[in-house]
């Protein structure tokens, strides 16, 4: 039986990042939320009693329910090889999971800076503040960390000479601060090689490829974390 | 050799989730910057190369460095028995630490919601618009969540009959609530019995109690995490 991934249907969202580890792994899993909907995914959540997600996305599999990206990261990783065995590469892949969970979070703290439950539309300007030192300060700050734990490897990716979800994870990350700050992106990106050469190669992974090809990838929009409001960027 | 903690030396912060875990398991360790300083923890950091922390807390024993609160629990966990053992369990623990951190950097943006490398005071009105959903929306989901969990429970403890690092760290969240949020405690309080028990529990734990007692453990502050605005707080 396929796993069963339950997540918001019509974004990218946290989900993504379990998408991506299954879809590069060519793990066979449904997309509920897909089919029953946003009211069918809440049904499912409510419902639910003893250990129950927080908040989606969260992965079954025979009755088994596990959420938090980074743990549903660590589990696919331990299980279906997506992640080193020994204990020194196991820990230093999930604190970069970890790492680029805070990153997520501050990102959707950009457009959401003083209530998370409001619209973009009612915190404007101070989004436009909260935007300013992001990118000034908190991107360089991420990728050159990010940047240090790719040159700390001599393999091609961040552990060892296979990819990881952790690589996924930063094609991901790559991908979402594009479409949210491109000229931003543009003007940092020149100090980031080993970043952007493990994005180019997730791209090119047989089951990546072919995902984002197919209409299992939901385009970026201005309803996920990363949205591309042009008056938030600048190079 | 004792394991050698690093972490602000004049605030209790995500570093307090470790100094519980290890005081209540009576492992011994070294808390550096008391002795060498914030220069100290900042030369010591920025000295390091290869796989290093992207900040504070990180633990390290005999040249293995952990970073990340539930990355560093996980470990210790795992080697003291801080933790079960079965998959389900260890996943379980794991989700409710994430959960527990993505509350304590929400409480964190209560007060610097804008610029969080600003002061407070340089944004006060967006605190208090942040601060009011907080309390009024995200503070009974957490804590009803929590005590969802630990109903989900037949014995005294979040998991089994044992306390694990996850009982620490909801005792910690208590406690920080309480300084924060006094009279928003006050109200919510009732609702949550068995959290309360949980946290009153961990407070009677043999290490923890000394702790609790001892010059290590340092008192909440307006520079930590958990910070105590009056304008902030409301029933």
Request: aromatic letters at 12%; charged letters at 15%; proline letters at 16%.
């Given at each position: 039986m396929p796993y069963k991934l339950w997540y918001w249907p019509s974004i990218q969202g946290r989900g993504e990042f379990v998408r991506l580890a299954l879809e590069g792994a060519e793990i066979a899993y449904e997309d509920c939320a897909r089919s029953v909907g946003e009211e069918g995914l809440l049904a499912d959540l409510n419902d639910?009693?003893?250990?129950?997600?927080?908040?989606?996305?969260y992965l079954e599999l025979d009755g088994l329910v596990i959420a938090q990206v980074a743990n549903i990261l660590m589990y696919l990783g331990e299980r279906h090889g997506?992640?080193?065995?020994n204990m020194a590469d196991r820990l230093w892949l999930n604190q970069l999971q970890l790492t680029i969970a805070d990153l997520v979070a501050e990102v959707h703290n950009v457009?959401?800076?003083?209530?998370?439950?409001?619209?973009?539309d009612d915190q404007k300007p101070e989004a436009a503040r909260a935007a300013k030192q992001f990118r000034e300060a908190r991107m360089p700050k991420y990728l050159g960390h990010f940047e240090n734990a790719a040159q700390a490897?001599?393999?091609?990716?961040?552990?060892?000479h296979k990819w990881s979800y952790a690589d996924t994870s930063l094609f991901q990350v790559i991908e979402g601060l594009r479409y949210m700050f491109p000229k931003r992106m543009k003007t940092l990106e020149p100090d980031y090689p080993n970043l952007i050469r493990i994005h180019d190669q997730v791209a090119e992974l047989p089951g990546i490829k072919a995902y984002l090809k197919s209409d299992r990838r939901l385009a970026f929009n201005t309803d996920g974390i990363f949205r591309a409001y042009a008056e938030l960027d600048a190079a």
């Open positions: 639910r009693t003893g250990r129950t997600p927080f908040a989606p996305p997506l992640a080193p065995s457009h959401h800076p003083v209530a998370m439950m409001d619209y973009y490897n001599t393999g091609d990716w961040l552990i060892d």
